[in-house]
């Protein structure tokens, strides 16, 4: 808009080898995950991956297998008991 001021932010995630993983997938996805979290902080800010971000990640992973394997196997209970 004419006369509007833009204002650009940049949000930057770091993981470091071999502190954080000797793993370049790792590296990828801790620096990823930290990128994620400065993005949420809605300010320029470089964000260094922190353990406690992928403990989260798994946790949350974990919460959503055992909720599919909970509704699965009501589905299929429902299944059987209709044959």
Do not use: C, W
């Not at 808009?1 to 993981?15: D, H, N, Q, W």
């Not at 930290?34 to 300010?43: D, I, K, Q, V």
């Not at 699965?72 to 209709?82: E, Q």
């Amino acid at each position: 808009m004419l006369g509007s001021e833009i204002k650009p932010e940049v949000a930057a995630g770091v993981a470091f080898y071999p502190s954080d993983t000797t793993s370049a997938e790792d590296l990828v996805r801790f620096s990823s995950l930290a990128a994620a979290r400065a993005s949420s902080t809605r300010s320029s800010v470089v964000m260094t991956f922190q353990a406690e971000m992928n403990n989260l990640i798994m946790r949350d992973h974990r919460l959503e297998v055992e909720m599919h394997k909970a509704l699965t196997g009501v589905n299929s209970a429902r299944s059987t008991n209709r044959s």
